[in-house]
C-alpha cells in the first residue's frame, strides 16, 4: 500500500530545527531535502505499522542510556528461571548487585537527565517489560515511584526494589520507605 | 485579522520569515515535501490532537537527535521495531553484568536446567519467524536477533544453500552466558530445521556451522 508520489506541498517547520538540519546535512554531505524527505517518509511508515512517534522519542534517551551502560535482552522465562534457581542460596549476594547495578544507573542518570526519578520511570518503563504500572508523584519534597506487575514473582520484586534503591542512592538521594510485595513495590525518597 | 492574512500570504510567496505566528513566537521557516507524506502526516496529527507543524517539528526534532547521537533516523525506527517485536517475545532488557553474574550463579549450581532453558527459549522465539509465514522469515528472523545482540562486538550470519554460520564475538560475556547463548542459539537453529555439524565455544566467542537436518522441526522453511 505505497503512498502516491508526485506533487509537493509547502509546510512550515521551526527555523531552529531546519538549521539543526542543515548543520547535519552539511556534516553528512546530504541535500537537505533528502533529509526531509526521508524523515518525513520513516514518520509515515512507523504510524503505519502501529508505533508511536512520541514513544519512539522517549525510548531513544533510554536506549542511548542502555547501550552506554551496558543492557542485555534475556527471555524473561529464563530470567525469572535463573533468579529462582540461585535466590535461595545466593539471596544476599544477588541483592548487593542489584543494589550496585541500580547506583550505577543512578549515577548515569543523575548526570545526563534533568529530572532522574523520571528519567528512572521511562528507563523502568521501556527497559521492563513486565511491569504494568510505572508511576512517580512528588509531594512536598517527597517523591513516590510505584511499580505494579502481575507477572513478577516475590523473588524478582525484592530484586528489582533493590535495583531501584541502588537507582535512588545513585541520585544522591535518600530513601526513606520501602514497601514491597509480590508485584508491587512503592519506595518513597527526597533529595538529601 | 486582515494584517494576519496578508503576513500570512507575504510569508508564502516569498517564502521568508514569520515571526509571532500561532503557536508561540518561534520563527518559522517554509520547506516543500511530497504531498502525499504531507498529507498522511495530517491525518495522523489530526488523529493524535496536534496541528501539522507541532507533528512535522517532533519529527525533524527526533530524526536529527538520532543524527547526532551517530545513527540515523531510519536504523533507529528500525530498532525500535525490533526493541517492539523482542518485547511481543518475552525478552526484557536487563544490565549486562547483573545477567552474568545470574547466568553464572545458576549455570553453576543447575547447568543441564538452565542449558535446556536456553535452549527451548531459542526454539520458542525462533518458531514466532518459522511459523510467520510471509516474507522471508529467516531474514526477519537474522534481522531481530542483529537487535537482540547490539551489546556485541561481532555478529555474523552466512547462509548459503543448506548451510548457515553464525559467528559471535563479544569479550564481555562471561564463560557461563556465553554456554547458555550458544544453547540459545542452537534451540533456534533447530527451529528452522538446522542440526548442528560445527561448535566452537569459549568465553566470549561463538561459532556455529550448522545444515539443513533431515526431520528438523521446521524442515522445508
Redesign the interface.
Known amino acids: 500500500m505505497g503512498l502516491r508520489k508526485g506533487s509537493k506541498k509547502l509546510v512550515y517547520v521551526s527555523e531552529d530545527i531546519l538549521e539543526a538540519i542543515a548543520e547535519v546535512c552539511r556534516r553528512k554531505g546530504v541535500a537537505v531535502g533528502k533529509f526531509i524527505e526521508d524523515a518525513l517518509g520513516q514518520a509515515v511508515r512507523l504510524e503505519r505499522i502501529g508505533c508511536d512517534l512520541e514513544e519512539a522519542a522517549r525510548f531513544f534517551e533510554i536506549i542511548k542510556a542502555q547501550r552506554v551502560l551496558g543492557g542485555v535482552f534475556t527471555p524473561q522465562e529464563v530470567f525469572n528461571f535463573m533468579v529462582e534457581a540461585v535466590y535461595e542460596a545466593k539471596r544476599e549476594e544477588l541483592l548487593a548487585r542489584c543494589f550496585e547495578s541500580g547506583r550505577l544507573y543512578g549515577r548515569y542518570m543523575r548526570e545526563r537527565f534533568n529530572n532522574p526519578a523520571e528519567a528512572l520511570k521511562s528507563f523502568l518503563e521501556v527497559s521492563r517489560w513486565d511491569l504494568s504500572e510505572v508511576n512517580v508523584a512528588s509531594e512536598n519534597g517527597v517523591t513516590r515511584l510505584r511499580c505494579v506487575s502481575t507477572v513478577l514473582g516475590s523473588e524478582d520484586t525484592e530484586l528489582l526494589a533493590k535495583f531501584i534503591e541502588g537507582a535512588v542512592n545513585g541520585f544522591g538521594y535518600k530513601v526513606s520507605k520501602v514497601d514491597i510485595i509480590r508485584g508491587l513495590i512503592i519506595i518513597e525518597f527526597k533529595q538529601v | 485579522m486582515f494584517k494576519i492574512l496578508k503576513g500570512l500570504l507575504l510569508f508564502?510567496f516569498a517564502?521568508g520569515?514569520?515571526a509571532g505566528f500561532g503557536e508561540g513566537k518561534?520563527?518559522?521557516?517554509?520547506?516543500?515535501?511530497?504531498?502525499?507524506?504531507?498529507?498522511?502526516?495530517a491525518e495522523?496529527a489530526e488523529q493524535k490532537g496536534y496541528s501539522?507543524?507541532a507533528?512535522?517539528?517532533?519529527?525533524?526534532?527526533?530524526?536529527?537527535?538520532?543524527?547526532?547521537?551517530g545513527v540515523n533516523?531510519?536504523r533507529?525506527?528500525e530498532?525500535?521495531?525490533a526493541?517492539?517485536r523482542?518485547?511481543d517475545?518475552?525478552?526484557?532488557?536487563?544490565?549486562?553484568?547483573?545477567?552474568?553474574?545470574?547466568?553464572d550463579?545458576?549455570y553453576e549450581?543447575?547447568k543441564g536446567?538452565?542449558v535446556r532453558?536456553?535452549f527451548e527459549?531459542g526454539v520458542?522465539?525462533a518458531k514466532r519467524y518459522v511459523m510467520g509465514g510471509g516474507g522471508d522469515s529467516w531474514e526477519g528472523f537474522r534481522r531481530d536477533l542483529e537487535v537482540?545482540l547490539?551489546?556485541v562486538q561481532e555478529f555474523e550470519v552466512e547462509r548459503s544453500g543448506d548451510n548457515v554460520a553464525i559467528r559471535i564475538l563479544s569479550p564481555?560475556f562471561s564463560e557461563a552466558y556465553t554456554h547458555l547463548f550458544e544453547a540459545?542459539l542452537e534451540g533456534c537453529l533447530e527451529a528452522f530445521g538446522y542440526r548442528n555439524a560445527v561448535r566452537e565455544v569459549y568465553r566470549g566467542r561463538i561459532f556455529i556451522k550448522a545444515v539443513k537436518g533431515v526431520g528438523g522441526a521446521a524442515e522445508g522453511q
Open positions: 508564502v517564502g520569515l514569520l518561534i520563527r518559522r521557516k517554509t520547506f516543500v515535501a511530497r504531498e502525499d507524506l504531507l498529507d498522511r502526516l495522523i501539522l507543524y507533528l512535522v517539528n517532533d519529527i525533524f526534532e527526533l530524526a536529527v537527535r538520532a543524527e547526532e547521537a533516523l531510519k533507529f525506527l530498532d525500535y521495531v526493541f517492539k523482542a518485547r517475545a518475552g525478552f526484557i532488557l536487563e544490565p549486562e553484568r547483573l545477567c552474568y553474574v545470574m547466568a550463579m545458576a549450581r543447575f536446567r538452565i532453558e536456553w527459549a520458542w522465539f537482540l547490539w551489546n564481555r540459545f
